[in-house]
T-cell receptor
């Protein structure tokens, strides 16, 4: 089975401060991990993904995420938050090499 | 965002109506998906099509009927819906139904009265 958890429904951060949106996962094998962002009345937009390689992944709009296998985490980070970063963020996982589809977290509302 | 389009963007229907949601992708992808997004719940995968063949159906009620006439178009036919079916319905596509990134449309906001 595969699952993903976003422990915070809401994250508030001041503009210019660093932000972190947390994600932990559970899969049997190697994880494929994704972050998406959703602005009001819009679909989900892809931010970044980890498949293999460097644990630090850089994505769109200055976001990055760090894959931590021992802690089964894939937290989303940005060094300096902008008001325009306010949105709903989703983490997703699927087990690499399996036929399973993506499993999404319940989302974290970021307010800057 | 113009890679995946959805129509209509908003839909209000009664429980006895029949309507259809349309999704079109212009990305040359071979896999398409329907998701349901309800408030404060994770995205629920409803259907997956790969090369126009349905490969996954996650115990979705029969009042939702998907159709994939070609790799660029996906429909969701709705009939005798319930108020609890009110949600945002999202379409997505990917190159294949494997590890590639899924790209989403803007969604159809459905309200069932």
């Amino acid at each position: 089975a595969q699952s993903v958890a976003q422990p915070e429904d809401q994250v508030n951060v001041a503009e210019g401060n660093p932000l972190t949106v947390k994600c932990t996962y559970s899969v049997s094998g190697n994880p494929y991990l994704f972050w998406y962002v959703q602005y009001p009345n819009r679909g989900l937009q892809f931010l970044l993904k980890y498949i293999t390689g460097d644990n630090l992944v850089k994505g769109s709009y200055g976001f990055e995420a760090e894959f931590n296998k021992s802690q089964t985490s894939f937290h989303l980070k940005k060094p300096s938050a902008l008001v325009s970063d306010s949105a709903l963020y989703f983490c997703a996982v699927r087990e690499g090499g399996s036929a399973r589809q993506l499993t999404f977290g319940s989302g974290t509302q970021l307010t800057v | 965002e113009t890679g995946v389009t959805q129509t209509p963007r908003h839909l209000v229907m009664g429980m006895t109506n029949k309507k259809s949601l349309k999704c079109e992708q212009h990305l040359g992808h071979n896999a398409m998906y329907w998701y349901k997004q309800s408030a404060k719940k994770p995205l629920e995968l409803m259907f997956v099509y790969s090369l126009e063949e349905r490969v996954e159906n996650n115990s979705v009620p029969s009042r939702f009927s998907p159709e994939c006439p070609n790799s660029s178009h996906l429909f969701l036919h709705l009939h005798t819906l319930q108020p609890e079916d009110s949600a945002l319905y999202l379409c997505a596509s990917s190159l294949t139904s494997g590890r590639e990134t899924q790209y989403f449309g803007p969604g159809t906001r459905l309200l069932v009265l």
